[in-house]
Nanobody, 126 residues
Framework: QVQLVESGGGLVQDGGSLRLSCAAA????????MGWFRQAPGKEREFVAA????????LYADSVKGRFTISRDNAKNTVYLDMNSLNPEDAAVYYC???????????????????WGQGTQVTVSS
């Protein structure tokens, strides 16, 4: 069992930056692919970014590529999402997610993740 706790959300102005953190407890973090998803009101939860445990490869949704960066600190069992040049379309609840430790598979689908955090709200004012 893996528990995930996000932090770092809040209100930011258009063009601003935020760093989200997700602390993991349980499982083997260093062998776990971690991802970030987001869900805006009335919309489906969508993939944002992921970092694969097997090769450290990072992947991003086209909408955030070049603006967001996912990273991890295995010593702290924490994954981060640095968000720059935020715009109102980025406003959503952001969720941290973890795949089954040791699993290697698609990172883009919600179904590939078995553990989820409670979410943290990101609001962008125009």
């Amino acid at each position: 069992q893996v528990q995930l706790v996000e932090s770092g959300g809040g209100l930011v102005q258009d063009g601003g930056s935020l760093r989200l953190s997700c602390a993991a407890a349980g499982g083997t973090f260093s062998r776990t692919t971690m991802g970030w998803f987001r869900q805006a009101p009335g919309k489906e939860r969508e993939f944002v970014a992921a970092e694969a445990w097997s090769d450290g490869n990072t992947l991003y949704a086209d909408s955030v590529k070049g603006r967001f960066t996912i990273s991890r600190d295995n010593a702290k069992n924490t994954v981060y999402l640095d968000m720059n040049s935020l715009n109102p379309e980025d406003a959503a609840v952001y969720y941290c997610a973890a795949q089954k430790p040791g699993y290697i598979g698609s990172v883009y689908s919600k179904g590939g993740y078995v553990y989820w955090g409670q979410g943290t709200q990101v609001t962008v004012s125009s």
